[in-house]
């Protein structure tokens, strides 16, 4: 047997931490995001979330466990996705944040099982994801309960029974629509035609002629921002005059700003982000957030926010190594205060966070439905509290002969 002098495994030790240029108990974690591409608006706006998140982290003195982010761009390609994660795992990195789209993670489950890592998707929404595997977790909740709260909605309080779905042929468009349709026909309504169409598609003036055509009380369109916004465009230039329903993929504010005042009246489901609330981590994230990039944060910069913030919580005071980056995820966050409500996950991943349905309104703000008929309800009622103290009166003076 060949002995080692005493401080032989030391000196490789701390050769190994100077060659990574990190301390042994840093945790890496890569963030594959969207940053080019057609994905983009998403991809960026995660990544302002992360690194807002990453600067409060690194001001906390007391942390035992130190982050070390490194950012790769996949150019909204879910080939790309797989090859920069393999990369970043190669390269030590423990835990990723990825899968903003539903396409990108799918491509990505492939490499945590192979490389027995954790990936935590801020975005990702496609029930197929649902138990995939026991290294991926979400903190946006399943198209599954978005869908059938959209189906609730349109047909109970939007008062929709006829409905055509417009959906994009790729795996988020085809989650959601998979669901609404068979949750809409079951609350009592009728999908009358489904129009799919390839990402990308430029002349979309036929497909909205043929929508259009059955006349119906709502088109549904699912996709991500840049067609919906497009489709919405052109409904508008055919001056449909039906509602229109989508999804949070159109949540954002660079997607509603540049489709503009066609955006107005457009319905969709979202969890809850409210940039207002009263809430003091919720101010201030918001807060940091309009200083830092001068703008206020979607849902998506929220949601990247509190991925970075989950990821920080499981790695607290834990050596690290994938597996107890997940028995974190899995111990630690319980009811995780996040800015874009409780998180915690179910033994298959997946959040439990339930969505509401929200109205863009003329100064294209989203807007609470359901807190919007309340008030307009509260208001209604104070209204005729107002006018039976009027007609009391009258009805005084006239017996007082005044």
């Given at each position: 047997?060949?002995?080692?002098?005493?401080?032989?495994?030391?000196?490789?030790?701390?050769?190994?931490?100077?060659?990574?240029?990190?301390p042994?108990?840093?945790?890496?974690?890569?963030?594959?995001?969207?940053?080019?591409?057609?994905a983009?608006?998403?991809g960026e706006?995660?990544?302002?979330?992360?690194?807002?998140?990453?600067?409060?982290?690194?001001?906390?003195t007391?942390?035992?466990?130190?982050?070390?982010?490194?950012?790769?761009?996949?150019?909204?390609?879910?080939?790309?996705?797989?090859?920069q994660?393999?990369?970043?795992?190669?390269?030590?990195?423990?835990?990723?944040?990825?899968g903003?789209?539903?396409?990108?993670?799918?491509?990505?489950?492939?490499?945590?099982?192979?490389?027995?890592?954790p990936?935590?998707?801020?975005?990702?929404?496609?029930?197929?994801?649902?138990g995939?595997?026991?290294?991926?977790?979400?903190?946006?909740?399943?198209?599954?309960?978005?869908?059938?709260?959209m189906?609730?909605?349109?047909?109970?309080?939007l008062?929709?029974?006829?409905?055509v779905?417009?959906?994009e042929?790729?795996p988020?468009?085809?989650?959601?629509?998979s669901?609404?349709?068979?949750?809409?026909?079951?609350e009592?309504?009728?999908?009358?035609?489904?129009v799919?169409?390839?990402?990308?598609?430029?002349?979309?003036?036929?497909?909205?002629?043929?929508?259009?055509?059955?006349?119906?009380?709502?088109?549904?369109?699912?996709?991500y921002?840049d067609?919906?916004g497009?489709?919405?465009?052109?409904?508008?230039?055919?001056?449909?005059?039906?509602?229109?329903?989508?999804?949070s993929?159109?949540?954002?504010?660079?997607?509603?700003?540049?489709?503009?005042?066609?955006?107005?009246?457009?319905?969709?489901?979202?969890?809850?982000?409210?940039?207002?609330?009263?809430?003091a981590?919720v101010?201030?994230?918001?807060?940091?957030?309009?200083?830092?990039?001068?703008?206020?944060?979607?849902?998506?910069?929220?949601?990247?926010?509190?991925?970075?913030?989950?990821?920080?919580?499981?790695?607290?005071?834990?050596?690290?190594?994938?597996?107890?980056?997940?028995?974190?995820?899995?111990?630690?966050?319980?009811?995780f205060?996040?800015?874009?409500?409780?998180?915690?996950?179910?033994?298959?991943?997946?959040?439990?966070?339930?969505?509401?349905?929200?109205k863009?309104?003329?100064?294209?703000v989203?807007?609470?439905?359901?807190?919007?008929?309340?008030?307009q309800?509260e208001?209604?009622?104070?209204?005729?509290?107002?006018?039976?103290?009027?007609l009391?009166e009258?009805?005084r003076k006239?017996?007082?002969?005044?």
């Amino acid at each position: 047997m060949i002995r080692r002098p005493h401080g032989f495994i030391a000196i490789l030790a701390m050769t190994a931490i100077f060659l990574l240029g990190c301390p042994p108990d840093t945790v890496k974690v890569a963030a594959v995001l969207p940053l080019t591409g057609e994905a983009a608006g998403y991809g960026e706006a995660v990544r302002r979330g992360i690194e807002l998140a990453n600067e409060e982290i690194q001001s906390q003195t007391d942390r035992q466990t130190p982050l070390v982010i490194s950012f790769v761009d996949t150019g909204s390609d879910p080939e790309k996705a797989s090859e920069q994660l393999t990369e970043q795992f190669g390269q030590g990195n423990i835990i990723a944040i990825g899968g903003v789209t539903s396409g990108e993670a799918k491509q990505m489950i492939e490499v945590i099982d192979r490389y027995d890592k954790p990936l935590l998707s801020p975005s990702a929404s496609s029930p197929e994801l649902t138990g995939i595997s026991r290294n991926f977790y979400r903190i946006f909740p399943s198209d599954h309960t978005a869908a059938n709260k959209m189906a609730q909605s349109a047909f109970q309080d939007l008062e929709i029974e006829t409905i055509v779905i417009i959906a994009e042929e790729q795996p988020y468009a085809q989650g959601v629509h998979s669901v609404f349709k068979p949750a809409f026909e079951a609350e009592g309504g009728e999908v009358l035609e489904l129009v799919a169409f390839p990402p990308g598609t430029s002349d979309l003036e036929a497909l909205v002629e043929h929508a259009v055509s059955f006349k119906p009380d709502a088109v549904y369109l699912a996709g991500y921002a840049d067609g919906i916004g497009s489709m919405i465009q052109e409904l508008r230039r055919k001056r449909f005059r039906g509602k229109i329903l989508t999804t949070s993929a159109f949540a954002t504010s660079q997607a509603i700003a540049k489709v503009g005042e066609a955006a107005s009246g457009v319905y969709l489901t979202q969890t809850v982000f409210e940039p207002d609330s009263e809430y003091a981590h919720v101010q201030k994230f918001v807060n940091a957030y309009q200083s830092k990039f001068g703008e206020t944060p979607d849902i998506y910069a929220a949601h990247g926010y509190d991925a970075l913030l989950v990821v920080a919580a499981a790695a607290e005071g834990r050596a690290p190594l994938p597996d107890e980056l997940k028995k974190g995820l899995r111990d630690e966050v319980k009811e995780f205060p996040g800015v874009t409500g409780s998180i915690q996950f179910d033994e298959k991943g997946d959040v439990r966070k339930y969505p509401r349905l929200y109205k863009i309104g003329n100064d294209l703000v989203l807007i609470d439905y359901n807190e919007q008929v309340r008030r307009q309800q509260e208001e209604i009622r104070k209204r005729r509290e107002a006018l039976q103290k009027q007609l009391e009166e009258l009805q005084r003076k006239a017996r007082s002969g005044g």
